[in-house]
């Protein structure tokens, strides 16, 4: 009986790891169609159980749902969502996490008229300094650029100058064109229109 139990137990487990496994991969996967296919990141978080998983899974789903909503201009994207992965994400270590939840809840909130436009920059400015202790080159380019908007808007030119600069070379490791583009019409670098790659990327 004792063996039984132990059996059945070990099944459970063995199932649970399983589960748990299908929906990171889920999430996995609509993760890198959210840049370019939004739409279809939508469809399949739509289909994942991460929402009703740990506490990470469900937060990655709030970022994640709410970032291909904002991708795919929809208008009906959820503070609360949002509210969840902040709550999670910006209390941990996990830098690229933390960077994607600070650019996507700028934009977002932008978006949305929350807040005001100091908390907006304010989220900007933590989202570059966390993205630029990691290795994401695409995120790093979007963010400096944004960033980059604002202080410019500003007549911080200096600050601006600084930003396009790193925009520049962020989209330039990532292998990018339009977002070179921006900056360089604003600060122009010599054979900025070097790339050939236009990225479908939703742009301010």
């Given at each position: 009986?004792?063996?039984?139990?132990?059996?059945?137990?070990?099944?459970?487990?063995a199932?649970?790891?399983?589960?748990?496994?299908?929906?990171?991969?889920l999430l996995?996967k609509?993760?890198?169609?959210?840049?370019?296919n939004?739409?279809?990141?939508?469809?399949?978080?739509?289909?994942?159980?991460?929402?009703?998983?740990?506490?990470?899974?469900?937060?990655?789903?709030?970022?994640l749902?709410?970032?291909?909503?904002?991708?795919?201009?929809?208008?009906?994207?959820?503070?609360?969502q949002?509210?969840?992965?902040?709550?999670y994400f910006?209390g941990?270590?996990?830098h690229?996490?933390?960077?994607?939840?600070?650019y996507?809840?700028?934009?977002?909130r932008?978006?949305?008229?929350?807040?005001?436009n100091?908390?907006?920059?304010?989220d900007?400015?933590?989202?570059c300094?966390?993205v630029?202790?990691?290795?994401?080159?695409?995120?790093?380019?979007?963010?400096?650029?944004?960033y980059?908007?604002?202080?410019?808007n500003?007549?911080?030119?200096?600050?601006?100058a600084?930003a396009?600069?790193?925009?520049?070379?962020?989209?330039?490791?990532?292998?990018?064109?339009?977002?070179?583009?921006i900056?360089?019409?604003?600060?122009p670098?010599?054979?900025?229109?070097?790339?050939?790659?236009?990225p479908?990327?939703?742009?301010?």
């Open positions: 009986m004792k063996n039984i139990s132990a059996l059945f137990v070990v099944v459970l487990f199932l649970a790891s399983c589960g748990r496994g299908r929906t990171d991969a996995d609509a993760e890198t169609l959210l840049i370019y939004p739409d279809s990141a939508l469809v399949l978080l739509s289909q994942s159980d991460a929402r009703h998983g740990n506490a990470e899974q469900r937060a990655s789903w709030c970022l749902n709410v970032w291909a909503g904002y991708n795919a201009y929809r208008n009906d994207l959820s503070l609360a949002l509210d969840t992965a902040s709550e910006l941990r270590h996990n690229l996490r933390k960077a994607q939840t600070y996507v809840r700028a934009v977002v932008e978006e949305l008229h929350d807040g005001d100091l908390e907006w920059v304010d900007l400015m933590r989202g300094a966390e630029d202790k990691t290795d994401s080159y695409f995120l790093a380019a979007q963010l400096w650029q944004r980059g908007v604002e202080m410019s500003r007549r911080w030119h200096e600050s601006a600084e396009f600069s790193k925009s520049y070379d962020a989209a330039e490791k990532a292998g990018l064109l339009t977002q070179k583009v900056a360089s019409s604003i600060f670098t010599p054979n900025c229109f070097s790339a050939i790659s236009i479908a990327i939703r742009l301010p």
